[in-house]
């Protein structure tokens, strides 16, 4: 189709986009073959400062690239200098080396492009969507869940901040049934607050922050040796805000904490939640996918308690960023965290059909079509096939912790609960600080070398390494590798350091 201006006519030409679509296809097939084989660096560290002069250049007022040129600026600089997510010695952060047909199925979601505020503007987008939430929501509990509903967010900062909107307004509208906090502000609220595990992701007390509460309206509760949150830690700071006549919102347990991948006792806080008529959250942003395996699935025994749970597709369910579900036990209250108009948008539906306008249940008003990589997956490889890659991962931070226990100059956190796996160097430091230096300086040491990716992680004043182990790929050798070359940068940064 020819435009009258030929920059136009060149920028939608079909043609060209199928020509440098099977090209790039093509680049990325190579590249993740190589990736997954390990055949690079896992990261090819430059000061950030320096990399960020080279990508400093003029903005174009004319074409400074052609389609061919792009490529090659794909192939020799962007993809080679990204972390290589798919290479089995990435053990970083908690972000999957993503199915490569979700990949494909983000294609499709760019191009189409369905804005998905509301059902017209994204029809199919929106049974995709609501098709989806329907099998997490059966997946958390097929019977005590049939009321149950939600929607997808961009990552699951967003939709734990929209969970805890929801619980704010029904729980203050449970305190005084006359207040509507969404219209009168939170001024003439008696102080609010969250009673969290203290290893809440931060987007808990963000959202706290966000909501004008205050961060200290978030109080911590604390965990016990293995990470999750103590039962009766919970029930004294339950007892301490009643007696200070503050009005709780929300109990918000993990499930997969980010530190160490605990599971809190979501049975045990469950029945207390409902013992005391308080809003249940869980944060399976990590580890709800262990819902997806026969043999993990026992470790979230109590969820299905939860009046609201947060599960993100692109960590175990492996897709790519972002795609979250924020889901509600009763799907009504999915309406409660934005009760606000645009009548622009909403043209005074019947509730019924509101339940297809989906941006009256998200922070968003136009979103991606998220649900298509998670439909497209799951009728792709089915609960069992997305089981396996959550049993694989599992089973990895098993052997690995086994490993670091075997050996003498490793002190192991804790036994893993999913697949996040914390351990350190011994050594007879003089001090604490000094101790926690060194496994900094010795992660800091290998990630720039490129040899492997891994982060670390500061509990209650003690510095640990820790792997999130993901990658199918990762071998045995891998993990035995990982090991000696933390012993030998530790040799490494001592010499340094005389
Ligand atoms: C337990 C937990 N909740 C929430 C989040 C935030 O999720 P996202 O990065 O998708 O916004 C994370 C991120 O790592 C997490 O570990």
Same mark, same amino acid.
């Given at each position: 189709?020819?435009?009258?201006?030929?920059?136009?006519?060149?920028?939608?030409?079909?043609?060209?986009?199928?020509?440098m679509?099977?090209?790039?296809?093509?680049?990325l097939?190579a590249?993740?073959?190589?990736?997954?084989?390990?055949?690079?660096?896992?990261?090819?560290?430059k000061?950030?400062?320096?990399?960020?002069?080279?990508?400093?250049?003029?903005?174009?007022?004319?074409?400074?690239?052609?389609?061919?040129?792009?490529?090659?600026?794909?192939?020799?600089?962007?993809?080679?200098?990204?972390?290589?997510?798919?290479?089995?010695k990435?053990?970083?952060?908690?972000?999957?080396c993503?199915?490569?047909?979700?990949?494909?199925?983000?294609?499709?979601?760019?191009?189409?492009?369905?804005?998905?505020?509301?059902?017209?503007?994204?029809?199919?987008?929106?049974?995709?969507?609501?098709q989806?939430v329907?099998?997490?929501?059966?997946?958390?509990?097929?019977?005590?869940?049939?009321?149950?509903?939600?929607?997808?967010?961009?990552?699951?900062?967003?939709?734990?901040?929209?969970?805890?909107?929801?619980?704010?307004?029904?729980s203050?509208?449970k !305190?005084?049934? #006359?207040?509507? *906090?969404? $219209?009168?502000?939170?001024?003439?609220?008696? +102080?609010?607050?969250?009673? /969290?595990s203290?290893?809440?992701?931060?987007s808990?007390?963000?959202?706290a922050?966000l909501?004008?509460?205050?961060?200290?309206?978030?109080?911590?509760?604390?965990?016990?040796?293995?990470?999750?949150?103590?039962?009766?830690?919970?029930?004294?700071?339950?007892?301490?805000?009643?007696?200070?006549?503050?009005?709780?919102?929300?109990?918000?347990?993990?499930?997969?904490?980010?530190?160490?991948?605990?599971?809190?006792?979501l049975?045990?806080i469950?029945?207390?939640?409902?013992?005391?008529?308080?809003?249940?959250?869980?944060d399976?942003?990590?580890?709800?996918?262990?819902?997806?395996?026969?043999?993990?699935?026992?470790?979230?025994?109590?969820?299905?308690?939860a009046?609201?749970?947060?599960?993100?597709?692109?960590?175990?369910?492996y897709m790519? !960023?972002?795609? #979250?579900?924020? *889901?509600? $036990?009763?799907?009504?209250?999915?309406?409660? +965290?934005?009760?606000?108009? /645009?009548?622009?948008?909403?043209?005074?539906?019947?509730?019924?059909?509101?339940?297809?306008?989906l941006?009256?249940?998200?922070?968003?008003?136009?979103?991606?079509?998220?649900?298509?990589?998670?439909?497209?997956?799951?009728?792709?490889?089915?609960?069992?096939?997305?089981?396996?890659l959550?049993?694989?991962?599992?089973?990895?931070?098993?052997?690995?912790?086994?490993?670091?226990?075997?050996?003498?100059?490793?002190?192991?956190?804790m036994?893993?609960?999913t697949?996040?796996?914390?351990?350190?160097?011994?050594?007879?430091?003089?001090?604490?600080?000094?101790?926690?230096?060194?496994?900094?300086?010795?992660?800091?040491?290998?990630?720039?070398?490129?040899?492997?990716?891994?982060?670390?992680?500061?509990?209650?004043?003690?510095?640990?390494?820790?792997?999130?182990?993901?990658?199918?790929?990762?071998?045995?050798?891998?993990?035995?590798?990982?090991?000696?070359?933390?012993?030998?940068?530790?040799?490494?940064v001592f010499?340094?350091?005389?």
């Amino acid at each position: 189709m020819k435009h009258h201006n030929p920059i136009i006519t060149e920028m939608f030409d079909a043609k060209q986009f199928a020509k440098m679509g099977h090209q790039l296809i093509d680049l990325l097939a190579a590249h993740l073959d190589a990736n997954i084989a390990g055949k690079s660096k896992v990261l090819h560290w430059k000061i950030p400062s320096v990399e960020d002069s080279n990508w400093n250049v003029p903005l174009p007022q004319t074409s400074s690239i052609n389609p061919k040129g792009l490529l090659e600026k794909l192939s020799q600089e962007i993809l080679p200098n990204n972390l290589a997510i798919h290479h089995p010695k990435n053990m970083g952060h908690q972000v999957a080396c993503p199915l490569p047909m979700a990949a494909l199925c983000d294609l499709v979601a760019s191009l189409t492009n369905q804005a998905m505020a509301v059902y017209e503007a994204g029809p199919i987008a929106t049974m995709l969507e609501r098709q989806v939430v329907r099998w997490l929501c059966a997946l958390i509990n097929e019977t005590t869940w049939h009321n149950a509903g939600g929607v997808l967010t961009s990552g699951g900062a967003q939709a734990n901040l929209t969970a805890l909107l929801v619980a704010r307004q029904v729980s203050t509208s449970k !305190a005084n049934p #006359s207040s509507n *906090l969404w $219209k009168d502000g939170i001024a003439q609220q008696s +102080a609010l607050r969250i009673l /969290a595990s203290e290893h809440a992701h931060y987007s808990v007390s963000r959202a706290a922050g966000l909501m004008g509460l205050g961060t200290d309206s978030v109080i911590k509760i604390a965990t016990d040796q293995r990470g999750k949150l103590d039962v009766n830690a919970l029930k004294t700071a339950h007892q301490t805000c009643l007696e200070n006549k503050e009005t709780i919102i929300a109990v918000v347990a993990n499930a997969g904490c980010t530190p160490t991948g605990s599971i809190d006792p979501l049975q045990a806080i469950g029945e207390y939640c409902q013992g005391h008529n308080l809003w249940f959250h869980v944060d399976g942003a990590h580890g709800a996918s262990a819902l997806l395996s026969g043999i993990h699935r026992e470790k979230l025994s109590g969820i299905a308690l939860a009046d609201s749970v947060v599960w993100d597709g692109h960590k175990l369910m492996y897709m790519p !960023a972002a795609v #979250s579900a924020v *889901l509600f $036990k009763n799907e009504q209250h999915s309406y409660a +965290a934005f009760s606000q108009d /645009a009548s622009y948008l909403f043209q005074g539906n019947s509730h019924e059909d509101e339940a297809f306008n989906l941006s009256y249940r998200t922070l968003e008003c136009t979103k991606r079509m998220m649900a298509l990589k998670l439909w497209a997956a799951f009728s792709l490889y089915g609960t069992a096939g997305m089981g396996a890659l959550v049993d694989e991962a599992f089973a990895k931070a098993k052997t690995f912790a086994e490993k670091i226990q075997a050996q003498s100059h490793f002190e192991l956190l804790m036994k893993p609960e999913t697949n996040i796996v914390c351990f350190r160097y011994l050594h007879a430091y003089s001090n604490q600080a000094q101790a926690n230096k060194h496994q900094n300086d010795i992660r800091q040491h290998i990630i720039q070398s490129g040899a492997f990716h891994f982060t670390q992680v500061d509990l209650h004043g003690v510095t640990w390494l820790r792997t999130t182990l993901m990658n199918p790929f990762t071998t045995e050798q891998d993990l035995e590798e990982l090991l000696a070359r933390v012993a030998l940068a530790a040799q490494a940064v001592f010499s340094m350091a005389k």
